[in-house]
């Protein structure tokens, strides 16, 4: 690093310029565009790019209100993570805990875009690098180098840098004990919470709540924001939500999305709703602290929160044919899923049939197999059911429970079991060839259905549905003319590596739900 922190804690200059200078080229950062960003207080520049400040020992987020400090006197960093490893520590008036996403997540090597994905999905809370090395199919030393390239600190100084900054959140706007926010940030014990804070901040975990004014939460509550780069488009997210809401598990209010949680054999509830600042505000009821990360993790996938809207629409917008729908819906999502066996489900459930059929077959499957609450609170909300497990639905005799047609009842089993017996092949962020190819090769699961379950469980975002006739009719308004299937994924080479947002203007475009289009036609062709 190009920093060194000395035996007291505080943090030197770089040894000489070129070390800084070649951080800053491997980074990719303009250190003199870097300051003029941070003099004008650039929101487009928050959580690009953080300063270290070396005379304070603090890295700030390119909005913060204190005073700039002189030019030589500060260094960049690509990600809080780096900023950290060179021994600096968060700010405490700009909180880099709330900032969006870094921009590691865009543009850089896929392999650690995923392992990113996996760190704050805790992936390294129980496992080690070597162990996260071999879910992404390379070695502990080759993912070092490629986050050192990209990131500028190494993967368990990304994960520690993680719980730092989540501890640091929940002791900010959360009543929770300190020994709740250790548990609930990912680390394994109170006395390693204290002491890597005391490190750190050269104070006990308490003081920073002292001077924060912590605001009060609802009894066995915990309510957190999730920060979003803008512009979000909630409207077209709560729309998509609401049409495949299933009954009993989820429930969409004119303004919030709640649903129900199971977790290592517990429940609880969520709800979501906007927040302020640009965040989205999340209330959280789990009995287990220690599985907030994991909870947040999915919810920032649920809603799509690492995306980078502006760069992606920059990208499609270089299409004629998509600028005006870009314009026209700036801040776009592809929504994720809770869990990905409940959404490869819904999918299987919706072929054929209207969404309508599909949601009310959904909440009858529910009912059938799923685990019934008693929670007053989730009763309340309209919740009443967890979905089934894969182990729960593969011992169920699907068909006899008269549902829906004896193939599909087969696919579903044939699901259940596969994923009973491979939790990992429905996890996110996996390559996309090989997931839809695995997918492709169970009874029930089209090219259609496989690429689908990629966009919206994996999570890939060049995930492309070339089957969905919805696409081609989408495309018919904006070229006059009907694109075969070969020509439209030829067409959508130049939206990669984005093709799964376009493929969600499209559908937007037609302004229905984004499966109606496929299931209208499929149920056309059926008739016919």
Avoid at 111 to 118: P, S
Avoid at 215 to 229: C, F, K, N, Q
Avoid at 296 to 322: E, K, M, T, Y
Avoid at 505 to 514: E, F, I, K, Q, Y
Wanted: glycine share 8%; aromatic share 6%.
């Amino acid at each position: 690093m190009n920093l060194i922190p000395d035996t007291g804690g505080h943090v030197r200059k770089p040894r000489d310029a070129r070390s800084r200078n070649r951080y800053l080229a491997r980074m990719d950062l303009d250190p003199d565009a870097c300051y003029r960003a941070f003099g004008a207080r650039d929101a487009r520049f928050d959580g690009r790019v953080f300063v270290g400040v070396h005379t304070t020992g603090i890295y700030c987020r390119p909005i913060c209100p204190a005073r700039s400090a002189k030019r030589e006197n500060v260094s960049f960093y690509f990600s809080a993570a780096a900023a950290q490893a060179a021994g600096f520590r968060p700010c405490l008036r700009c909180r880099p805990e709330l900032s969006p996403d870094t921009a590691a997540w865009h543009g850089t090597a896929q392999t650690v875009a995923r392992a990113l994905a996996l760190i704050e999905a805790g992936a390294l809370d129980d496992g080690s690098v070597e162990d996260l090395a071999a879910r992404l199919g390379v070695g502990g030393r080759q993912l070092r180098r490629l986050f050192q390239q990209h990131v500028g600190a190494s993967p368990l100084a990304v994960a520690q840098t993680r719980r730092v900054l989540l501890a640091k959140q929940l002791i900010h706007d959360t009543s929770l004990t300190m020994t709740e926010v250790a548990l609930a940030s990912g680390f394994g014990s109170v006395r390693r919470f204290n002491e890597t804070f005391g490190q750190l901040f050269r104070r006990p975990p308490a003081a920073l709540r002292h001077s924060s004014g912590t605001a009060s939460s609802d009894a066995g509550a915990v309510t957190i924001r999730l920060p979003y780069r803008p512009p979000y488009d909630w409207d077209a997210i709560h729309a998509f939500l609401a049409a495949q809401a299933i009954p009993g598990v989820e429930a969409v209010a004119p303004d919030s999305y709640a649903r129900t949680i199971a977790l290592d054999g517990q429940c609880g509830t969520l709800v979501v709703a906007p927040g302020d600042d640009h965040t989205l505000r999340a209330i959280i009821r789990f009995p287990r602290m220690a599985a907030l990360p994991r909870i947040i993790a999915r919810l920032r996938s649920v809603f799509d929160l690492p995306a980078d809207p502006a760069r992606i629409d920059a990208h499609l917008a270089g299409d004629p044919a998509l600028a005006p729908l870009i314009a026209a819906r700036p801040g776009m999502r592809a929504p994720g899923a809770w869990d990905g066996f409940e959404l490869a489900v819904r999918t299987i459930l919706g072929q054929q049939i209207t969404v309508m059929a599909a949601t009310n077959l959904a909440g009858r499957l529910v009912e059938a197999v799923g685990v019934m609450i008693h929670d007053p609170v989730a009763r309340a909300l309209g919740l009443t059911h967890i979905f089934p497990t894969p182990h729960q639905l593969a011992a169920a005799d699907i068909v006899c429970l008269d549902l829906m047609p004896g193939t599909r009842a087969t696919a579903l089993s044939s699901l259940a079991t596969a994923v009973a017996v491979d939790p990992a092949l429905l996890g996110p962020y996996r390559d996309l060839e090989g997931a839809v190819s695995q997918l492709r090769s169970l009874p029930g699961i089209d090219d259609w259905t496989a690429q689908y379950i990629a966009l919206r469980a994996l999570r890939e975002p060049d995930a492309f549905p070339i089957a969905d006739i919805g696409l081609q009719r989408a495309m018919t308004g904006l070229l006059d003319r009907c694109p075969t299937s070969a020509e439209l994924l030829a067409r959508a080479e130049c939206w990669r590596p984005w093709r799964a947002y376009a493929a969600m203007h499209l559908w937007a475009s037609l302004g229905m739900p984004v499966r109606s289009v496929y299931q209208q036609d499929q149920e056309e062709r059926r008739v016919a």
